[in-house]
């Protein structure tokens, strides 16, 4: 009995002892982002100096140059390029659109082309529309009611879903495959209601996919503002043969050189056992890419700057992948996980950051139970940040072809405002809070340090 | 033992019952606030068709005017005007101020009189700067470093708080008692950093006091911008002779009559028992006042609108009121307590929201631990819309004075932001999210329900 209660005290106090220094070490990380941080300053290079990284363009170029030197500044062990193909699709000369309700009369409305869309026929293209909400409506109509037609999809995002990424989840095949299903009934052209919660004036972008429609079958796809959707279906209530005209003049070139920008700090323990932390360096083009993903990248950056700022020396081998062409291809990344794959290396935990650079609230993991077992476990220590969500779930697009008997997570700020400026004209540097990035890359960094300290158990045995 | 264990089993099965009606409900509160709120559509009007709303002014009149019609409207049993006499400040013509290196070289400084100062001079007021960062360096320096001059306060806010509000209350003596302070050692008056974490060129008013010093006596106090503090300093080590020149034109005139807005729903088994929701109708006047404290004002009247809306009959007096002057003396908040407490109302629980219309992250309490004890039971009920904060702590200005033996409570929102707008000419409507609003007023409505539901502890009984 009496051994016991010293056991069980000496393990109390050793608790005790290490919740402290863990304390101690989160609070040295979150005083070094907030006082000292770099975050921002990267941040204001990358949208304001570089702005638009869309895959293959000059700016992509620059972004990896520019992100490759500031690693190599921080005296990191080892700081290098992995070579990487991207898709090259260009937006060309500005979109342009309207509707036409009599000959003469007409209303000029905000559109952009479809990341991946072909271009209108020269001269643009100008036919009814037909307005939809799902595919099994579009599947009702069938070809009699859609041949040359121009599809329009107008299912708004549901506002009582709490997460938007939920809501954009629910919406999103609209705009990635409404032009292979339009196709197969004939249509001209496609039209998508931009996926954004609040109604205002921007397209929003983003990838979109033929699937395995020849080129010669494809058709022109574009997104229209929330706002003039919310219009553009009241004028076809009024009036169903109102006709739409839109120009774009995109195109898609051939693959491209590009590179995932890559830094790590050796373990000092366990060289061999890799823990990754990223975020994507392409954007769309259409504003600076700030939140999506500039956050992100910059957050990951910070993340290695931190640790060597408060002295920690990692056990783990703790390496920064800073991804290409997540936007459009998710090239980098798959060529990171395949070369991992090839060179055996053994990637306990990833960690990306995709989501905005909002106020942190925690992560989501895709990991076993015991790992996250752990997790819930250091909870306590995230209470003085206001971190408190730990949740199963998906972690991001580049760290997911990592997956195995590891750890992957995504960093989960809030997604309130986030789809806002996703893939439009305003997702821009102003829109992105000093103290919230900050608070976003020191709740990586303590996550990271704790995986570090504590390990992540393989096979349901400890593998430091 | 079976006895015990069908007991047992009994009131589990009513607390999952009755866990998943509130669920129901709850859920039907946040649906209604997110799909059919009109809390944004009142916050436009207040803002946009409205404006800054300082005590006294024509602006404040229209509000309370514009408020009552639109309580009307929602079918309450009672909406009535309290009488309220208000003190009635004046900014006067644009402050104007500069820095001179030499003469006739000088630099432009953003500037805005601080809520109570007294004017310049006429011509403006020009001298030299002395630099302080608190009020003991002040007391160290004294009569012979300090009179004739100008005081500089300029400590910033700790960016390593978390919590802004905390970073607030670190530094607002400065704005507060900034003039009082140095006009004891003969300064001729007195340049505020304004209480901002970023660094931008808004200078942020706010109101200050003059202790019991005679209006003769007393000196003119300004905010100045953050950038601006951060170059006037600078300037200051390059040469501590530069002068500093201001005019301000603002004035205290008598006080006027004004009004607390109120509206009620009539408690179904309770009458005489209160329970209050409210914010302030006033706001600076460089603004809009959309976050402090239109957000709070509109979210209040949501509460009731969104009880009526999804059916629910309070079984206590739900009360609304919009208080009148907590800016620049309280006189609203004071008035209503005092009046509660001549006619012996018994308010049960009052409920603030004034810390602008971010994303809600939960509630802070002045209660007794068995009611506190209540709110933690609830938690899991508030997890699905992400609120997690539930701690002890203050309440809000307007409902202070009805302290008692009662639930005080404050809405806590995410604070990053809160002060890049707090006072200043930018807490402006565009940067209220429609939805984070929404999400702030289904919150309070869910506590208000739940309190409602579940009773207050008086005196250690339930007293519903």
């Known amino acids: 009995m009496k051994i016991k209660l010293y056991l069980t005290s000496l393990l109390f106090t050793t608790l005790l002892f290490s919740q402290s220094e863990d304390s101690k070490m989160i609070k040295n990380i979150y005083d070094a982002s907030l006082l000292n941080g770099k975050s921002y300053e990267w941040l204001n290079h990358l949208s304001n100096q570089i702005g638009g990284r869309l895959s293959g363009s000059y700016n992509a170029e620059k972004a990896v140059k ?51 869309s072909v271009a209108t026929p020269t001269g643009g293209l100008k036919a009814e529309l037909i307005e939809v909400q799902s595919f099994d409506e579009l599947d009702a109509l069938g070809t009699s009611k859609i041949a040359g037609k121009i599809v329009f999809y107008n299912r708004p995002m549901q506002a009582e879903l709490i997460s938007t990424f939920n809501a954009y ?37 983003g990838s979109m996919t033929y699937g395995e429609i020849p080129v010669s079958n494809r058709i022109p796809a574009a997104a229209i503002s929330t706002n003039a959707a919310e219009l553009l279906s009241g004028m076809l209530q009024l009036d169903p043969k109102i006709k739409f005209y839109f120009s774009q003049h995109c195109k898609q070139l051939k693959d491209v050189q590009s590179y995932n920008v890559i830094g790590e700090i050796t373990g000092s ?48 081998t703790v390496r920064v992948v800073l991804f290409m062409n997540e936007e459009n291809g998710l090239r980098g990344g798959k060529k990171y996980a395949k070369v991992a794959a090839e060179k055996s290396e053994n990637h306990v935990f990833a960690l990306e950051s995709d989501s ?36 199963k779930g998906g972690s ?21 405002r986030y789809f806002d400026h996703h893939h439009a004209a305003n997702d821009t540097f102003e829109h992105v809070n000093k103290r919230e990035l900050e608070l976003g890359a020191a709740t990586m960094t303590s996550l990271m340090y704790l995986f570090d300290k504590y390990g992540v158990i393989q096979n349901s045995k400890i593998k430091k």
């Open 269 to 316: 323990a366990y060289p061999n056992k890799v823990m990754v932390v990223g975020g994507h360096l392409d954007s769309w083009d259409l504003g600076d890419g700030a939140h999506d993903d500039g956050a992100g990248v910059v957050q990951s950056m910070e993340v290695l700057r931190l640790l060597k700022q408060t002295g920690y020396k990692p056990k783990h």
């Open 356 to 391: 905005g650079g909002f106020t942190p609230r925690g992560f989501s993991f895709d990991c076993s139970d015991e790992n996250f077992e752990k997790v819930v476990s250091w909870k306590s220590l995230f209470k003085p940040y206001l971190i408190h969500y730990f949740e």
């Open 396 to 416: 991001g697009a580049d760290v997911g072809p990592l997956k195995g008997d590891n750890v992957l997570c995504g960093l989960r700020p809030d997604s309130q």
């Open 66 to 116: 520019y992100t490759k030197e500031q690693l190599e500044q921080l005296g990191l062990d080892r700081v290098w390029l992995q070579p990487v193909m991207v898709p090259k699709w260009v937006r060309g000369a500005k979109e342009y659109a309207y509707v036409e309700t009599a000959p003469g009369k007409s209303t000029m409305m905000p559109i952009c082309a479809l990341g991946g």
């Open 169 to 205: 989840g629910g919406c999103v095949e609209q705009r990635y495959k409404g032009a292979e299903k339009a196709i197969a009934y004939g249509a001209v052209g496609v039209i998508v209601r931009s996926l954004n919660l609040r109604l205002d004036d921007f397209p929003h972008t």
